[in-house]
């Protein structure tokens, strides 16, 4: 094995302080240190943060319960057990098809926001925003409950459980094709549980999409030949 040849003259002279080159030749450039937390800079779009179960436009929840997520993550940090819709009473329904995300927790004590739970999702009910200030006071307290995941009801939602919109399926929420409540949907909440604040406001989301409905079928063709 050949040696390292040693230096001579300047190379020789400079060569204990030939490592201190990069630290000198920063000293001289603009500091990047962020003032945190007086000066918070924005993240990254795509920054993996706090995670958020999403909602359908009519209200109803996207995680079906499948533990897809749970079952991914290399920290055990997902805790997900499923229900069935059918036990709901009188048709109702938490999330599309036949199951829902009964008991949905993360350990953020483990968590390592690797990212691959939201990969794993089949309906994009979990993703993660750009939230990252989750210290806590307790070991309790960082492992969020599924109401502390879920996302809240935007105006216009109607709160589950209550029945899927009708002549749907669990492909068409899937695929986007309801846009919000419907109006059998609206009364069916009103009949049992005619104290929901989310009823009005659902009411009106629902007699807009009738009005544009009927104004897109009534509007007369316009163009063709003259």
Request: proline content about 8%; charged content about 20%; hydrophobic content about 30%.
């Given at each position: ?44 779009p795509r920054f993996h943060g706090r995670h958020q179960l999403n909602r359908y436009a009519d209200g109803l929840e996207k995680c079906i319960g499948c533990e897809l ?158």
């Amino acid at each position: 094995m050949s040696e390292i040849p040693k230096k001579k003259g300047l190379g020789e002279l400079f060569a204990p302080v030939a490592g201190f080159g990069v630290t000198f030749s920063s000293m001289f450039k603009p500091t990047v240190t962020e003032q945190y937390p007086f000066e918070k800079v924005p993240t990254k779009p795509r920054f993996h943060g706090r995670h958020q179960l999403n909602r359908y436009a009519d209200g109803l929840e996207k995680c079906i319960g499948c533990e897809l997520c749970a079952w991914v993550c290399p920290a055990d940090a997902i805790y997900v057990e499923g229900s069935d819709n059918a036990d709901l009473p009188d048709g109702g329904h938490i999330s599309p098809g036949e199951r829902y995300g009964s008991v949905y927790q993360i350990n953020y004590l483990r968590c390592i926001f690797c990212g691959l739970c939201i990969e794993a999702c089949p309906t994009r009910a979990l993703t993660m925003g750009n939230d990252f200030e989750l210290a806590g006071q307790t070991r309790e307290g960082l492992i969020w409950e599924k109401d502390d995941l879920l996302a809240p009801l935007r105006e216009g939602m109607l709160a589950a459980p209550h029945p899927m919109v009708e002549g749907t399926t669990d492909t068409d929420y899937y695929m986007g094709t309801v846009t919000g409540p419907s109006t059998d949907q609206v009364d069916w909440v009103r009949e049992q549980r005619p104290h929901d604040p989310t009823v009005d406001s659902a009411a009106q989301a629902a007699d807009g999409q009738n009005s544009a409905s009927t104004g897109a079928t009534d509007t007369p063709a316009t163009g063709g030949t003259r």
